[in-house]
């Protein structure tokens, strides 16, 4: 939550219906156990129906002049306020990409020219291999 942010934890809270959020996950309708959360994320019904309702009618530059452009920038603007929302941030504190090793990678490349011999970049154990 941000400093200036008084809402506290949800007190009207109600038992969890299990089966209503297996059911909101497609892949879950398998007999497999996914378990390869580094390489993927199964992803809500809804959000698939979204990205793929997305997709199909923006095929274009975002950032461009033109208003289909201009259109796909607000839904995407629209998307980084609504996850910095959802994370307690500002929307500028919020960056989008394709996975977070990309965007690891991407902070890497940004930040190796500010390097030089000697200095130390502290991992842990726990990061995946492709982030160190």
Same mark, same amino acid.
């Given at each position: 939550?941000?400093?200036?942010?008084?809402?506290?934890?949800?007190?009207?809270? &109600?038992? #969890?219906? $299990?089966?209503?959020?297996?059911?909101?996950?497609?892949?879950?309708?398998?007999?497999?156990?996914?378990?390869?959360?580094?390489?993927?994320? $199964?992803?809500?019904?809804?959000?698939?129906?979204?990205?793929?309702?997305?997709?199909?009618?923006?095929?274009?530059?975002?950032?461009?002049?033109?208003?289909?452009?201009? +259109?796909?920038?607000?839904? $995407?603007?629209?998307?980084?306020?609504?996850?910095?929302?959802?994370?307690?941030?500002?929307?500028? +504190?919020? $960056?989008?990409?394709?996975?977070?090793?990309?965007?690891?990678?991407?902070?890497?490349?940004?930040?190796?020219?500010? #390097?030089?011999?000697?200095?130390?970049?502290?991992?842990?154990?726990?990061? &995946? +291999?492709?982030?160190?």
């Amino acid at each position: 939550m941000r400093p200036d942010d008084t809402r506290g934890p949800a007190t009207n809270t &109600h038992p #969890l219906d $299990v089966e209503f959020v297996r059911r909101q996950f497609p892949a879950l309708a398998t007999p497999w156990a996914l378990m390869d959360n580094a390489g993927g994320s $199964v992803l809500p019904g809804v959000v698939i129906e979204r990205a793929r309702a997305y997709m199909a009618r923006y095929q274009i530059q975002v950032g461009a002049s033109y208003p289909l452009s201009v +259109e796909a920038g607000e839904r $995407v603007a629209a998307g980084r306020a609504f996850a910095a929302e959802l994370i307690g941030a500002a929307p500028d +504190e919020v $960056v989008l990409g394709p996975s977070t090793t990309a965007n690891l990678r991407t902070l890497r490349r940004a930040l190796a020219p500010s #390097l030089a011999p000697g200095d130390q970049v502290i991992v842990t154990d726990l990061d &995946h +291999e492709s982030n160190i």
